[in-house]
Each structure stands twice: as C-alpha cells, then as structure tokens.
T-cell receptor
Framework: DAGVIQSPRHEVTEMGQEVTLRCKPISGHDYLFWYRQTMMRGLELLIYFNNNVPIDDSGMPEDRFSAKMPNASFSTLKIQPSEPRDSAVYFC??????????????FGEGSWLTVV | RKEVEQDPGPFNVPEGATVAFNCTYSNSASQSFFWYRQDCRKEPKLLMSVYSSGNEDGRFTAQLNRASQYISLLIRDSKLSDSATYLCVVNDPTGGGNKLTFGTGTQLKVEL
C-alpha cells in the first residue's frame, strides 16, 4: 500500500515567494495532520483535519500560513509570503478513524523547505 | 515548562550496552504515550506504545509512571542499527485526544 505522499520533497525559494506543500493521505484515513520540525523546536503540530474539516489550527504560527483539505485524498499547506524563519521540514501524517492511539499515525517523508 | 521534556543527548554507547532514556510530561490528563524513532533525514516511525503496566518488545522495554508523569525507554544489547533519535510522544486530551505532542528527542549513537 502507498503511504502518505508529500510533494515537493525539497524546495528552495526566495523570501517573499509563495510556497505550497501538498499531501496525499493514506486512503481510508479520516485524520490528516501537518507538522513542522526544526532543530530548535522539534516537531510541532500546525493543524489537523477530521473528515476534511479543520479541527484545530492553534499551532499555525501566523496568518501567512493556511491549510486546506478540499477532499479526502488531498491537502495543501501554503505559506505566503515565505520568510527565512519558515525553513524547516514539514511533515504530513494521516491516521484512521479510531486514532486515539498514536500507533496509527503514519508520516510522509517530509517536505524540506529552505527560504533564502 | 515544555509539555514533553527529554534529554537531547547525544548518548554515545558501545555496541551491546544497555541504555535508558527518560521523558517527563506536563499534562496529567494525557492518556496515551509512545516512543517514536526517527532516523537522520527520515520521518518519525512508531517504535512502541507505553502501557501503565510496562511493556516489552524484544530488546526494548517501556515504562510509565503516571504519578510522576514520567516515561522511560530501555534498550538492551544495543546494536549499531539502534542509532537514531528517540522521540517521546504524549497525546493531548483536548480537542478529542487526537493531537500528539512530541518531545524534541534524544539522540543515540551506538559505536563499535
């Protein structure tokens, strides 16, 4: 089975440009999570969706960040305008319906973003 | 205080050694606890869940102390392939409990 698929895997962009990260969750999973990982702060939850509906976006750092999930098989995380401090690895993860337990969360390989 | 705290390491140990990692969490209402493993430049992957009674999976033993809000991971007979970052993970009971809070990880280097 295909796992969580993210694109692009790597992106280098200039400050001020728009960045769009994409994620395809595992088919049948009801929950989708966007995490950001940096050396200083570790893994931080940005937002998560249940059945395509955003449930908690309290981790989204500021208005420059937005996330959408137009259907069960696709989500985007957008940064506009991007800043150097946004440089990080962005992970998408998904989990099935009864995901009170973390052993059902599956991460994608991550999108490595560098803003110069 | 951070929600989940871990010693960042690195822990440098010889092959065959026993090594223990500790983690503390701040939210006493948390119900689910895990250890994840993350290899360099890779995504985190579940290593094992942590149960109140303690649990073992081969060379790995996890313990939970709810009273002290403390979680541990013991690795026996460590292998070179155990070299990785180990993330302590705790669920956030708000918002339906589907939020997981990750520690910043403890780096393990197993050497010949």
């Amino acid at each position: 089975d295909a796992g969580v698929i993210q694109s692009p895997r790597h992106e280098v962009t200039e400050m001020g440009q728009e960045v769009t990260l994409r994620c395809k969750p595992i088919s049948g999973h009801d929950y989708l999570f966007w995490y950001r990982q940096t050396m200083m702060r570790g893994l931080e939850l940005l937002i998560y969706f249940n059945n395509n509906v955003p449930i908690d976006d309290s981790g989204m750092p500021e208005d420059r960040f937005s996330a959408k999930m137009p259907n069960a098989s696709f989500s985007t995380l957008k940064i506009q305008p991007s800043e150097p401090r946004d440089s990080a690895v962005y992970f998408c993860a998904s989990s099935p319906r009864d995901s009170y337990s973390g052993n059902t969360i599956y991460f994608g390989e991550g999108s490595w973003l560098t803003v110069v | 205080r951070k929600e989940v705290e871990q010693d960042p390491g690195p822990f440098n140990v010889p092959e065959g050694a026993t090594v223990a990692f500790n983690c503390t969490y701040s939210n006493s209402a948390s119900q689910s606890f895990f250890w994840y493993r993350q290899d360099c430049r890779k995504e985190p992957k579940l290593l094992m869940s942590v149960y109140s009674s303690g649990n073992e999976d081969g060379r790995f033993t996890a313990q939970l102390n709810r009273a002290s809000q403390y979680i541990s991971l013991l690795i026996r007979d460590s292998k070179l392939s155990d070299s990785a970052t180990y993330l302590c993970v705790v669920n956030d009971p708000t918002g339906g409990g589907n939020k997981l809070t990750f520690g910043t990880g403890t780096q393990l280097k197993v050497e010949l």
